[in-house]
């Protein structure tokens, strides 16, 4: 079955600087890659996500990179915040079988 | 907010016992899908429910039941509670088909077992 790998598992960056999350897959069926941030007590909540007939999608300071070949995929975060601060999952789903993998989870700090 | 509810909150039980959690899909959305959440690790799928018929199942054992009805509001049953069930259980509502679609998680439902 799918298997997610999330690095790192923390990263602590200046606020406006930016971040990077990367993770990689080994089913290369997957063809649906979202991004999730979760805050302390909350629900998961969807950020961003790319489909594997894409390379990159922006949406304002968040953009995801998918290379297929590679089997990875990174979101970057541009001019970070601190309510950036949260931890983040990547995941990955087949096509047709709609179950998420999900990958360890990145805890990500601004500083101010 | 995504519209998907989940009750109860929290809920404590004793080993053995049984338990109920509850799921209202997103207005439009067919398909619920459920995940486990142990502390400090990421969601792992249970199974999911697509037009009332389960449709995938994840490395849970069979005291792990579901249920999904006519308006795709769902069930989710944990006989024999074990104390590794204590995590946060999360529905996510999307809607299903062929081609994956955004999953919306709910607010989860903390379950401890003691």
């Known amino acids: 079955g799918e298997n997610v790998e999330q690095h790192p598992s923390t990263l602590s960056v200046q606020e406006g600087d930016s971040a990077v999350i990367k993770c990689t897959y080994s089913?290369?069926?997957?063809?649906?890659f979202p991004w999730y941030k979760q805050e302390l007590g909350k629900r998961p909540q969807l950020i961003i996500d790319?489909?594997?007939?894409?390379g990159e999608k922006k949406d304002q300071r968040i953009a995801v990179t998918l290379n297929k070949t590679a089997k990875h995929f990174s979101l970057h975060i541009t001019e970070t915040q601190p309510e950036d601060s949260a931890v983040y999952f990547c995941a990955a789903s087949d096509q047709g079988a709609q179950k998420l993998v999900f990958g360890q989870g990145t805890r990500l700090t601004i500083n101010p | 907010e995504t519209g998907v509810t989940q009750s109860p909150t929290h809920l404590i039980k004793t080993r053995g016992q049984q338990v109920t959690l509850r799921c209202s899909s997103q207005s439009g959305h067919n398909t619920v899908s459920w995940y486990q959440q142990a502390l400090g690790q990421g969601p792992q799928f249970i199974f999911q429910?697509?037009?009332?018929?389960?449709?995938g199942r994840g490395n849970f054992p069979p005291r792990f039941s579901g249920l999904q009805f006519p308006n795709y509001s769902s069930e989710l049953n944990v006989n024999a509670l074990e104390l590794d069930d204590s995590a946060l259980y999360l529905c996510a509502s999307s809607f299903g088909g062929t081609v994956p679609y955004e999953q919306y998680f709910g607010p989860g439902t903390r379950l401890t077992v003691t």
């Open positions: 429910y697509y037009r009332e018929e389960e449709n």
């Open positions: 790319i489909r594997s007939n894409v």
């Open positions: 089913d290369s069926a997957s063809n649906y």
